[in-house]
Each structure stands twice: as C-alpha cells, then as structure tokens.
T-cell receptor, first 113, second 111 residues
C-alpha cells in the first residue's frame, strides 16, 4: 500500500545507546517531517526536510539528528539516548511545504531505560 | 510563536450525543487550520481542513468545523457521535514551515 513506512515499530534502548529510526515514503512527496508525541503535549516537530538535500530544525531538535538520504527516505538518529526521549515518533510527508495534506506513518514507540 | 490550545483534554459522551471540541490558535498571519484524528493504535488521519472561503467546512464521517476569525477559533462539531468516533482529536495550524499541533482531546463514546 502506498504511504509512509516507519521502522522499527517498537524499540527499547538503554541510556546512552544510539539508534536510527527509518522512514520511507512512496508517494513522490518532496517534504518530510519527524514529530514526537507525548501524553498531554500533542505532536511536536523535531526536524523537517523541505526537499531532498535540505533539513531544518523544528520545535524540539536537541538530542536528535536527521538525514534526508534521498527523496524517499528521511531518518532520525538519537546519538546518545536519554529517558526524556521516551516517546512515540511519527514520520510524515507532504507534496510540498505549503501543501498541508500530511500523510503519517504508523509510528515508532521508543522506550529509553 | 504560533500555538494551538485545546482546552478539552478528555471528553466522555454517550452515543447520539452532540460533540463540540474547542480549538484556539495564536498566529499573526493568514491561517490554514486542520483537524486530525487518531484512532486507537493507528496513525493520524486528516479529518478536515480550512484554507480560505466558507468558514464552515465539512469533513469525513459527518464532522464539521467553523472558523471564527474574530475569536481565533476552529471548533470541531458532530451532531450525533457514534462509538466508532472514540479517538484522539488534534487541532493544527500552519506555523512557519510545518504544522503546529494542539495537545489533543481524547474522546470516549460510551454505547
């Protein structure tokens, strides 16, 4: 099915470990986004990529890095995981920045112990 | 900075009751407004959106929302809810270059 695919779906990390969350879309969208969802706080933007080759910080970028590998893929890396990064992470894509028809992935539930 | 406030954090209704979820935003320019829904265990899906024109917009599954510019509001309504409407609802507004979401309202519909 066409859409946004995120891997893994679940992950448990120890404090200080690193990992990369993968995201790929097959809709030929130009723009991609990473959000985190925490209870009572809604979704907060971590990083976004307007187009292949560009990335920009969002509201809560600290502790994260991103790579727009190509038009399809946008990865999120935690270099040294902290318990405060326990969250559900959503990747999304849209045709372009000023087109707000976001398509979301199914999420990655990350626990840092 | 742009922000979105959803004052109802948890709403419990019986089937067939009417629904209104509040959303207020803070944004100095032209706004695009959205409601997204997240059913249990699923990802977010677009419910409806407002870009311009008629301030009363209709979305999927019988939902509608009214943009009131003077009140900076974009409340979501449904005349008669169903058990299948149990979900979390997020209001969102355009912000610089990506959407800013509210904190969400968890709707529980009892049979």
């Amino acid at each position: 099915n066409a859409g946004v695919t995120q891997t893994p779906k679940f992950q448990v990390l120890k404090t200080g470990q690193s990992m990369t969350l993968q995201c790929a879309q097959d809709m030929n969208h130009n723009s991609m986004y990473w959000y985190r969802q925490d209870p009572g706080m809604g979704l907060r933007l971590i990083y976004y990529s307007a187009s292949e080759g560009t990335t920009d910080k969002g509201e809560v970028p600290n502790g994260y890095n991103v790579s727009r590998l190509n038009k399809r893929e946008f990865s999120l890396r935690l270099e040294s995981a902290a318990p405060s990064q326990t969250s559900v992470y959503f990747c999304a894509s849209s045709e372009r920045l000023d087109n707000y028809g976001y398509t979301f992935g199914s999420g990655t539930r990350l626990t840092v112990v | 900075a742009q922000s979105v406030s959803q004052h109802n954090h948890h709403v419990i209704l019986s089937e067939a009751a009417s629904l209104e979820l509040g959303c207020n935003y803070s944004y100095g320019g032209t706004v695009n407004l959205f409601w997204y829904v997240q059913y249990p265990g699923q990802h977010l899906q677009l419910l409806l959106k407002y870009f311009s024109g008629d301030p009363l917009v209709k979305g999927i599954k019988g939902f509608e929302a009214e943009f009131i510019k003077s009140k900076f509001s974009f409340n979501l309504r449904k005349p008669s809810v169903q058990w299948s409407d149990t979900a979390e609802y997020f209001c969102a507004v355009n912000a610089r270059r990506a959407l800013t979401f509210g904190s969400g309202t968890r709707l529980q519909v009892q049979p």
